[in-house]
């Protein structure tokens, strides 16, 4: 049972547009919400993270929104670079405030594709 | 380099074996945790520790797998009698998060991962 999902397995951008990586959940107790980004060979690296309080948190070319009551959020990367190809994970966690998990739930991931 | 290390990087083992990896977190970082990654899914939780103590086990962690941390520092995980669904990308994380210290921040759920350990069951 997916509890957070990434429909898109792969997404090709040109370089200097707007790229766009989707993720669903269906789990109500998900409070937190992390992106992480992950190359070849190497483990998953932090890129930016948002609360169920927060609509919007940007850091930098990436912007990431929540829909809490669409259980939607998104990850964009404006402009989008040559080095930010790379496979994408959106994470989820409860947090332990009412006692829930403080694991990570990974969505399968969306492999980005800039094309110079 | 200051961040996560794990060893070995590759193991290949027979069916049947057992192996032992090894993880050393980001230092002082309270919080460890183990996952597993199979060819195209995210990473799937196994356990995590605060410190010495095991907090939480995933139903994934069958009887033949075993974490420790025992001076709340490094970390092993232990497969006995392995098979081959237990091929995977093994990866280990740490956080400087402590049990009660309420937060409505979502970064300091941020975990730092390392390189991983891929193990081939033949």
């Known amino acids: 049972d997916q509890q957070v999902k990434q429909n898109s397995p792969s997404l090709s951008v040109q370089e200097g547009r707007i790229s766009i990586l989707n993720c669903d959940y269906t789990n109500s107790m998900f409070d937190y919400f992390l992106w992480y980004k992950k190359y070849p060979a190497e483990g998953p690296t932090f890129l930016i993270s948002i609360s169920s309080i927060k609509d919007k948190n940007e850091d930098g070319r990436f912007t990431v929104f929540l829909n809490k009551s669409a259980k939607h959020l998104s990850l964009h990367i404006v402009p989008s670079q040559p080095g930010d190809s790379a496979v994408y994970f959106c994470a989820a966690s409860e947090g332990e405030a009412q006692g829930g998990s403080e694991k990570l739930v990974f969505g399968k991931g969306t492999k980005l594709t800039v094309n110079p | 380099d200051t961040g996560v290390s794990q060893d070995p990087r590759h193991k290949i083992t027979k069916r049947g074996q057992n192996v032992t990896f090894r993880c050393d977190p980001i230092s002082e970082h309270n919080r460890l945790y183990w996952y597993r990654q199979t060819l195209g899914q995210g990473p799937e939780f196994l356990t995590y520790?605060?410190?010495?103590?095991?907090?939480?086990k995933s139903r994934l962690l069958s009887d033949r797998f075993s974490a420790e941390r025992p001076k709340g520092s490094f970390s092993t995980l232990e497969i006995q009698r392995t098979e081959q669904g237990d091929s995977a990308m093994y990866l280990c994380?740490?956080?400087?998060?402590?049990?009660?210290?309420?937060?409505?921040?979502?970064?300091?759920?941020?975990?730092?991962f390392g390189p991983g350990t891929r193990l081939t069951v033949t």
């Open positions: 520790f605060q410190n010495e103590a095991q907090l939480e």
């Open positions: 994380a740490s956080s400087p998060r402590t049990s009660g210290r309420p937060t409505t921040s979502a970064a300091a759920y941020e975990q730092y």
